[in-house]
């Protein structure tokens, strides 16, 4: 079962969790949900102080929630002078708290519908502006950004793909992608979503010079609709 938490690509590590898991779990403690909570609500900053006396908390619990927030970069912190005084004597300005510019998405398994829904923006835009079929913008501009994310870093197509969740595994000289960053999408939209993931992938083996591999429509439960296949074999969908 697919569990949604939202509170954009993120880094695997068996070491430590992800940035935005740690981010979510950090408001799995009630005293600090409950700051976080009173901090957002909020139409200006709020300091420790007036944390503490609107929530009946001791100070130091306070600051020490609302600094393990910051930490976790679920607030922003800023300084300001209360007294309305500058220069000279007019005193340290006050730390205070405000919901921050950041945001924090987790998806188990991972998914990337934001992703799809700027491609799916920015082709429909295009096509307004120059009349050419939507469809074919969009293929056009998900190969694209494919070539961008290959260019961007990792060492390989393999590595890229698991960095971004698509969860591959070796089927012997092929990749499977064991999931789909797009699924529930794909399941109610199944051509258009299916066709924008093979020409993103088309685009990542592009931008890695990759010509032993060919990306390939070929649905099958539990996996993604597009497989890597040698290109020696491809299987009869590879034109799809």
């Known amino acids: 079962m ?30 600090r949900r409950r700051l976080y909570d009173h901090v957002v609500r909020q139409p200006a900053p709020v300091s420790r102080d007036e944390a503490a006396h609107a929530l ?4 130091q619990t306070a600051a020490f929630h609302l600094d393990r927030l910051a930490d976790e970069s679920l607030l922003d912190v800023v300084y300001e002078r209360r007294s309305g005084r500058t220069g000279p004597g007019a005193g340290r300005p006050a730390k205070l708290y405000k919901r921050s510019a950041r945001q924090v ?29 939507v469809r074919a913008v969009l293929h056009r501009k998900a190969h694209a950004l494919g070539a961008r994310l290959a260019g961007q870093g990792g060492t390989d197509v393999f590595g890229l793909l698991e960095h971004h969740g698509f969860e591959p595994r070796l089927d012997g000289d092929a990749i499977v992608l064991g999931n789909c960053p797009f699924h529930a999408l794909a399941r109610e939209h199944t051509q258009t979503v299916c066709g924008m993931n093979l020409h993103l992938l088309r685009g990542v083996l592009a931008g890695f010079d990759e010509d032993s591999l060919l990306a ?11 497989r890597l296949e040698p290109v020696s074999s491809p299987p009869e969908t590879a034109r799809a």
Request: glycine letters at 6%.
């Open 2 to 31: 697919a569990v949604c938490f939202t509170l954009v690509f993120v880094e695997h590590s068996e070491e430590a969790p992800q940035p935005d898991v740690s981010a979510v779990a950090a408001l799995d403690e009630p005293t």
């Open 216 to 226: 390939c429509l070929a649905p099958s439960p539990g996996h993604c609709c597009v």
């Open 105 to 133: 998405t987790v998806n188990l398994p991972e998914r990337h519908y934001e992703l799809a829904g700027r491609l799916f923006a920015q082709a429909m835009e295009e096509s307004e502006a120059t009349g050419e079929p």
């Open 56 to 59: 009946g908390l001791a100070r």
